[in-house]
């Protein structure tokens, strides 16, 4: 148990964490989070500054049972589990899934109970102010995905796997006093190096017992197919080998991963109106790796879009070839982005933005200023300290790049390839490989692809309609992209036909995104001395643009004034980019604040907006070895 418990301490540190840490832990009651609970409570305990709660369990430590309600004994095994941890002295908490639309579908089963958990994950540890979270994927995981990855084509970046340390951001940002931020929950998994039979010694060792899920031993999910058949294969050799070319497409990727983070520092400014500036000639990328110089654009793109997915295919070819076109003269759209050239620079720097064409994420998602009431006594930055240590660790370790392979490897093929070339799989090694991949790409094939389909994007398409009402008093993420504020006020302004003040408290409007009629109207705006006569601009509704009927009732000098001011901002924000601003319009279609410009209807109307996505650049991506 020394060694087990010398490398788990071993593996904490390397993730930035320390025993004083709050740090929560998901729990099924297999072997594989029944040894992590051995090992975290050990953990926790050996230092003269452990201690315990007013109920005897130890202090900062939470275990986190999820029943999914797929199984008739799902809820008395939760129980059991529950017992059993607690005898460790961690506490714990069950959480019964709700499947308000039915059971998932068994081909989407694993996936479904998948989120479903890992939302749970995240809101537990909000609601009890823990900043990590323990999972107990292990070696075996590791290769059953390499395995899995290797039938679906995966590249270099894939086929590393799941990642030692990432973030987990929950859907809402929190509110800490007067201000909302969005820290996220950092998921280590400690045992990676650990293989399942280590797992069982450890609990064994502890006199531990645990659960077996039967639906695990189901062939009819890929997972456990690819399972049986590395079971199957009991040599020594085989094991080693295959975890040394999974180990090395990690080291590649934590390599990839450091060059993005110094391009972004070095050639991108994002802008505080929710775009962002390449700078070509410093990035040069003719002279970028291909696999670098993809995972950069990528978490550009993902990050402007907040469409969190992978780059692949012949979108990832057309958009190396159009940034190493220089100058750039031309405009591209891909993965939810519109890139084109930055005015005033002949080509040498590229916007990227929103683009308003493209699936995106839902379009409006209320929030409560007393969503993060119970978090007043937690600690945000103290996440960010953890991640800066494990971090520096991380850059440790890939200092020499003499061991880093793969750069050149486009494709699964070519991976396996060149690890057979290097000698880190022998032919026999290679050869069980192609065949367990062979069939389940067989298997997946057969099932699962039809000609001509297209990979569906995350989100929904924005809706242009009405959508959710919003109401003073309320904040709400827009596109996932921005935190707009309706602060409540009380004041009036001084002209008696005013429809924000005669709505009051009661005033109802909705958020959508700028269109081009926007800025035509507060031109038209910034110059009519007699307000109440200008009409309003087309406004969408769903797909087709229709009039607003009507006329305004303006205050004349404050709304000319305004809209003077904002086509001043206006001016500064490229005609591309400002296509994603949110604004703010009546329920007859009246325009009654641009936030980001400054416009408003109205001096008592009290609207922000701050770029603030719900996914940080690098966040949630970022892998550490």
């Known amino acids: 148990m020394y060694n087990y418990r010398d490398a788990f301490a071993q593996r904490m540190a390397m993730a930035g964490l320390k025993p004083h840490h709050r740090i929560a832990l998901g729990v099924s009651g297999g072997p594989d989070s029944m040894a992590l609970c051995v090992l975290t409570a050990h953990w926790k305990t050996s230092t003269v500054s452990a201690a315990c709660d007013g109920s005897g369990f130890i202090d900062g430590l939470l275990a986190i049972i999820v029943d999914h309600g797929l199984r008739p004994e799902s809820k008395e095994e939760a129980a059991i589990v529950c017992h059993r941890v607690s005898n460790m002295g961690i506490r714990c908490e069950i959480a019964h899934c709700d499947w308000s639309d039915g059971r998932p579908k068994q081909g989407h089963l694993q996936e479904a109970a998948r989120d479903m958990r890992y939302g749970i994950f995240i809101d537990t540890c909000i609601q009890n102010q823990m900043s990590v979270l323990l999972i107990a994927h292990h070696a075996n995981d590791q290769a059953e995905l390499f395995i899995l990855r290797l039938s679906r084509n995966s590249g270099v970046l894939g086929l590393a796997g799941m990642a030692f340390a990432s973030q987990l951001f929950p859907t809402f940002p929190l509110y800490y006093g007067e201000s909302y931020s969005n820290p996220g929950i950092l998921l280590v998994r400690p045992l990676l190096e650990f293989s399942k039979d280590d797992l069982y010694k450890i609990c064994k060792g ?315 109207f507060l031109a038209k705006l910034s110059k009519c001395q007699d307000s109440d006569k200008l009409e309003r601009p087309k406004v969408p509704v769903g797909r087709v643009a229709q009039q607003a009927s009507g006329r305004t009732t303006l205050s004349s000098d404050y709304v000319r004034i305004s809209a003077q001011q904002a086509l001043l901002s206006l001016k500064s924000i490229p005609v591309a980019a400002r296509r994603g601003l949110p604004v703010l319009v009546g329920q007859q279609g009246l325009l009654l604040s641009i936030p980001c410009i400054g416009f408003k209807h109205c001096p008592c109307l009290m609207v922000s907006a701050e770029f603030k996505p719900r996914v940080p650049l690098g966040g949630g991506h970022t892998s550490f070895i």
């Open 206 to 520: 502890d006199n531990q017992k645990w659960v077996e899920d039967p639906t695990n031993q189901s062939t009819y999910f890929a997972r456990n197919r690819i399972r049986i058949a590395l079971s199957d294969t009991t040599s020594a050799a085989f094991k080693s080998e295959l975890q040394a070319v999974i180990s090395a497409c990690r080291r590649t990727r934590a390599y990839v991963d450091n060059i993005c983070q110094h391009l972004i520092n070095q050639v991108v400014t994002i802008m505080n109106h929710g775009y962002a500036v390449i700078d070509l000639k410093v990035l040069d990328p003719s002279k970028r790796e291909d696999i670098c110089l993809s995972k950069f654009l990528a978490s550009i793109l993902q990050f402007i879009s907040q469409r969190q997915r992978p780059v692949r295919g012949s979108a990832s070819r057309l958009l190396l070839e159009y940034v190493r076109t220089f100058p750039c003269k031309t405009s591209f759209t891909a993965a939810g982005c519109y890139l084109c050239a930055a005015p005033g620079t002949k080509g040498s720097k590229v916007l990227v933005c929103c683009s308003m064409e493209s699936a995106l994420p839902s379009k409006i998602e209320s929030l409560s200023q007393n969503s993060g009431e119970a978090l007043k006594h937690c600690n945000p930055h103290e996440m960010k300290q953890i991640i800066m240590e494990g971090k520096l660790y991380s850059d440790r370790q890939i200092s020499d790049t003499s061991n880093v392979y793969f750069l050149d490897a486009s494709s699964s093929d070519s991976v396996l390839a060149e690890a057979r070339k290097l000698k880190l799989l022998s032919d026999s090694t290679y050869r069980i490989i192609c065949e367990i991949r062979m069939a389940e790409t067989q298997r997946f094939r057969s099932q699962y692809e039809e000609p001509g389909s297209e990979v569906k994007c995350d989100g929904k398409t924005v809706n242009l309609s009405s959508g959710e009402p919003f109401h003073p008093g309320q904040s709400c993420y827009f596109m996932n992209r921005f935190l707009v504020t309706w602060r409540s006020s009380e004041k009036r302004c001084a002209h008696p036909g005013c429809s924000v003040c005669l709505g009051g408290y009661d005033m109802v409007a909705n958020l959508r995104h700028m269109i081009d009629a926007d800025w035509l």
